[in-house]
C-alpha cells in the first residue's frame, strides 16, 4: 500500500472518538496561557485513549519518550504523537529577534538561522514549529513586532519562504528538520491601536495586497501547517471564519495541510459574544476549517454529537484525520515514533556551528543609525562602558525558546573576551565619578528589558526611561565621544538620543552571542549593514507610520511642509526618524547611472534594471540596494512606494560594480478596482536606493 492507502486503512479502523482524539493538541504540565498546573495523569489517560493527537511545550526528552511510548504501545491503534514547540528565534542558541534578523536583508542568513534552530530543536525530540511568524507590522506599540519581519510584504515573503526552507529542508523524514506552522492567519499584526488580541478592521484589498503575500510565499515554499489568529477580521473571529479559511486559504492560497487554531482561541468565540456554547464554539470553529484545536478541548466534548445530530459531516471528520496523519507521515512518526528522542541530546545544542551562526546573525541584524565618525573604534583605544545594559545578560528577548540568560555574553564580558580594556559604569552614580574625557569612546546602553516587547506586551511609551535618558544626558554633557547602544523588541522613539549622540547602534535583543557581535562591529572587525525592516518615527504621535502610504488627495508640500491645507500636523513633521530600508555602514557608497534594458514589457518580456555602485571609502563593507516601484496612475490608491527586489552587494575599498535588477510584468501588479490581479497598461516609475528613500528612477511601461 502507498502513504495514502496506509493512512485510508488506518482510519477506516478509527473509532468516531479517536478520529476527533487525533485533532487535539493539548499543553502537559500546565495550562500555557494561565500557568495553571494541569493534572498529567488525565493527560495519560487521555494518550492511551486515542484522545490526543499532539502535545506542545515539553522538553524534557525523557518525558517525550515515555508519552510518545503510551501513544504507540498502549493505545488501541498506537498512532504516534507529535511534538510542537516555538522555536521562533532559536532553540537553545538564542538567534536575534525576528524583527532584527530582518533587517538583515538577508535570506540566506535567515534560512541558516532556521536549519540551526531546526537541528538543534528536532535533535531534542521536536517535531514541529510555530514559526515563522509573518504578520506584517505598522505599531510599534503592539510588543508582538519583536517577533515579526517587519511592515513589507515583499520582504516578509521572502523571509518567510527563507524559514520554512530552513525549517523544513527537503524533507521532513530527515534529520535536523522540523515541520513549519506560518502564522497568524490572518491580519493580527494590524491590531487597533497596538493592543494586542484587540480588532482588526481592514478592506479586503489590504488583505490580498499588505497580508496574504508572506503567506502565499510560506505556502508556495511547502509550509506544513497554518495557525488561526485570535483577532476578528471581517467581523468574524479569524478562528471561525468560513471567508478566510475556507474561500481565501484553502480555494485561493491552494493551502492542503493542518489549520491549527491558536492557543484556546477557539474558545475565545465565547468571548467575541459569536458562540453561547462549546458546541457551538466547536461546530463554528471545525465548520470554517480548524482541524487541529490547541489548548482547548471543545472539540473534543462536541464534535462526536455534532456529527450523531448530523450537523457535522463525518467526511470532513475524516478529511482533517487525513490530513492530521499525513504530516505525522510525512514527519517519518510511523516509521521510527522514537527516532528524534536522542540520548544526550545536549551534545547537538549550542555547538559552535550554532554559535558561529549566532555571531554572524547578530552582526547582520544590528543597525547603524548614525555615526559622525566615532565608529569604528580601534580595540587599543580607551573604551567606557555605561547604563543598566552594561553587564546585562537580558539580550533574548521574548520567545526564548530554551535559551538561558546565563548563556548571553554580555557586553562588557565581551570586551573583556576580546582583550580590550574597559571601564564599567553601571548608574549615573557610577558614572559621576568618572572623568569621562579620559575615554575615547563612551558606550551608552539604553532601551528595553526582554519582556517589555513580545506576547501580552503592548506599550503606550515608547520613549527611552527617564533614568536612563538621565545618565545618558550627563554622558554626552561629558564627552563628545558617546555611542548609544539601544536594546529593545521594537523601534523606539529615540528622536533625543539621535539629536546628541555621535553614533548609535540600534541592537534590538541579539541573543546568546550579544556582546561579541557588538563588540565586532564597534572595534571594525566587521562592518554593521543592518536595515530598518521597519519604520522608527520621530514621535509616538505619527503611529501608524510606514513608508508604502498611499499619497492622498493632498499631500505634503515639501517645500512648505507646514502649508495648512495639506496631510501635515500643526506640531510635527511627518518624517520619520529614520526610514524603512535605511541603514549605515563604515563605508560611503554612490549609486549612479542608472539604465533600463527597456522602456516597456509585455507578460513574455522583462527589463533588467542597471546601477553602478562605487564604495568611495577605503573599507570593506556591504550595502543592500533596494528597488522599488511606483504606479504613476492606477484604478485604485496604491502606494508612493512598493519594494519589488534587493541586493546584499559586498564591496572593497574603492571597488564599484554594475548590479541588476531583473523585474517581470508581475511585479507591477496589484488588485484593481474589480479584484483583477493586473498591471492595467500603465507607466510607473522604478526607483532604486540604498533605503526607501530611493535615489535614481526611470520611468517604464507596463502591457499585461
Ligand atoms: C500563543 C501565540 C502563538 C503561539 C502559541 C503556542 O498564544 O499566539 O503565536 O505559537 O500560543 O505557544
Not at 86 to 112: K, M
Not at 116 to 126: D, K, Q
Not at 202 to 218: D, E, G, K, M, V
Not at 409 to 414: E, H, P, V
Request: aromatic share 10%; glycine share 6%; with cysteine.
Amino acid at each position: 500500500m502507498n502513504n495514502n492507502e496506509t493512512i485510508q486503512h488506518l482510519i477506516a479502523q478509527m473509532s468516531l472518538v479517536e478520529k476527533i482524539g487525533q485533532l487535539q493538541q493539548t499543553s502537559y504540565f500546565s495550562d500555557v496561557i494561565t500557568g495553571s498546573e494541569l493534572d498529567t495523569s488525565e493527560t495519560l489517560q487521555l494518550i492511551r485513549d486515542g484522545k490526543i493527537g499532539s502535545i506542545l511545550s515539553v522538553h524534557d526528552v525523557k518525558i517525550l519518550r515515555e508519552l510518545q511510548r503510551l501513544a504507540v504501545e498502549e493505545s488501541r491503534l498506537g498512532i504516534p504523537l507529535f511534538f510542537a514547540f516555538d522555536v521562533i528565534h532559536g532553540y537553545r542558541t538564542a538567534f536575534p529577534i525576528n524583527l532584527a534578523l530582518a533587517c538583515s536583508f538577508d535570506p540566506l542568513l535567515i534560512e541558516q538561522v532556521a536549519t540551526a534552530s531546526a537541528f538543534e530543536a528536532s535533535h531534542s525530540g521536536m517535531h514541529l514549529t510555530f514559526s515563522p511568524m509573518v504578520d506584517i507590522v505598522r505599531d510599534p506599540r503592539w510588543g508582538r513586532v519583536m517577533e515579526s519581519n517587519g511592515e513589507d510584504p515583499f520582504l516578509s515573503s521572502v523571509l518567510a519562504a527563507a524559514y520554512v526552507k530552513g525549517y523544513q529542508g527537503k524533507n521532513l523524514h530527515d534529520d535536523g528538520t522540523l515541520a513549519a506552522c506560518v502564522k497568524h492567519f490572518a491580519g493580527y499584526g494590524f491590531s487597533e491601536a497596538g493592543r494586542d488580541y484587540n480588532t482588526v478592521d481592514i478592506s479586503n484589498r489590504q488583505l490580498f495586497t499588505t497580508i496574504l503575500p508572506p503567506f502565499r510565499a510560506a505556502i508556495d515554499a511547502g509550509v506544513a501547517m497554518v495557525m488561526t489568529g485570535f483577532n476578528v477580521l471581517f467581523d468574524r473571529p479569524a478562528t471561525a471564519n468560513d471567508y478566510l479559511l475556507q474561500d481565501v486559504l484553502r480555494q485561493q492560497l491552494q493551502f492542503q495541510g493542518v489549520i491549527i487554531s491558536d492557543y484556546s482561541s477557539t474558545e475565545e468565540l465565547m468571548e467575541h459574544k459569536v458562540a453561547s456554547t462549546i458546541k457551538e464554539v466547536a461546530y463554528q470553529c471545525f465548520s470554517a476549517g480548524i482541524d487541529h484545536e490547541m489548548g482547548a478541548t471543545s472539540f473534543q466534548t462536541s464534535l462526536a454529537s455534532l456529527v450523531q445530530e448530523g450537523e457535522i459531516a463525518l467526511s470532513d471528520i475524516d478529511a482533517a484525520v487525513h490530513r492530521l496523519l499525513t504530516l505525522k507521515q510525512k514527519l517519518g512518526l510511523f516509521a521510527d515514533p522514537y527516532r528524534r528522542f536522542y540520548h544526550h541530546h545536549e551534545r547537538f545544542l549550542l555547538t559552535e556551528e550554532t554559535k558561529q551562526v549566532a555571531l554572524d546573525a547578530a552582526q547582520k541584524s544590528i543597525i547603524l543609525l548614525k555615526n559622525s565618525g566615532i565608529l569604528p573604534c580601534r580595540s587599543d583605544k580607551r573604551f567606557a562602558v555605561v547604563g543598566p545594559f552594561a553587564t546585562s545578560q537580558d539580550l533574548i528577548g521574548e520567545w526564548p525558546g530554551l535559551a538561558k540568560k546565563e548563556e548571553v555574553i554580555s557586553l562588557a564580558d565581551a570586551f573583556l573576551a576580546s582583550g580590550i580594556t574597559v571601564d564599567v559604569f553601571p548608574t549615573l552614580d557610577d558614572v559621576q565619578l568618572a572623568s569621562l574625557d579620559q575615554y575615547d569612546l563612551v558606550v551608552v546602553t539604553l532601551g528595553e528589558n526582554g519582556n517589555e516587547a513580545g506576547e501580552g506586551y503592548s506599550k503606550v511609551d515608547l520613549s527611552i526611561k527617564k533614568e536612563q535618558l538621565n545618565m545618558f544626558d550627563y554622558c554626552v554633557s561629558n564627552s563628545n565621544h558617546v555611542l548609544a547602544v539601544v536594546f529593545a523588541g521594537r523601534p523606539l522613539i529615540i528622536t533625543d538620543i539621535d539629536k546628541k549622540a555621535q553614533a548609535i547602534l540600534y541592537a534590538f535583543q541579539p541573543g546568546t552571542q550579544a556582546g561579541l557581535a557588538l563588540v565586532n562591529l564597534i572595534t571594525g572587525v566587521t562592518s554593521p549593514s543592518a536595515k530598518c525592516a521597519m519604520t522608527f518615527p520621530s514621535h509616538q504621535g505619527q503611529i501608524p507610520l510606514y513608508y508604502n502610504h498611499f499619497k492622498t488627495g493632498r499631500p505634503i508640500k515639501l517645500d512648505d511642509p507646514m502649508y495648512r491645507y495639506r496631510t501635515h500636523y500643526i506640531d510635527h513633521s511627518n518624517e520619520p526618524l529614520y526610514p524603512f530600508g535605511y541603514g549605515l555602514h563604515y563605508g560611503v557608497t554612490v549609486l549612479s547611472s542608472m539604465s533600463l534594458s527597456r522602456q516597456e514589457i509585455t507578460p513574455s518580456t522583462s527589463v533588467v534594471v542597471r546601477v553602478q555602485i562605487e564604495n568611495q571609502s577605503g573599507v570593506t563593507i556591504t550595502e543592500v540596494v533596494q528597488c522599488y516601484i511606483e504606479a504613476l496612475t492606477y484604478s485604485v490608491a496604491r502606494p508612493v512606494n512598493e519594494l519589488k527586489s534587493f541586493q546584499r552587494v559586498n564591496l572593497l575599498g574603492q571597488q564599484n560594480q554594475t548590479i541588476e535588477f531583473e523585474l517581470h510584468v508581475e511585479d507591477f501588479k496589484s488588485y484593481n478596482i474589480d479584484m483583477i490581479w493586473t498591471a492595467e497598461n500603465r507607466d510607473y516609475l522604478i526607483k532604486v536606493g540604498t533605503s526607501s528613500k530611493t535615489v535614481l528612477t526611470e520611468k517604464i511601461h507596463i502591457k499585461d
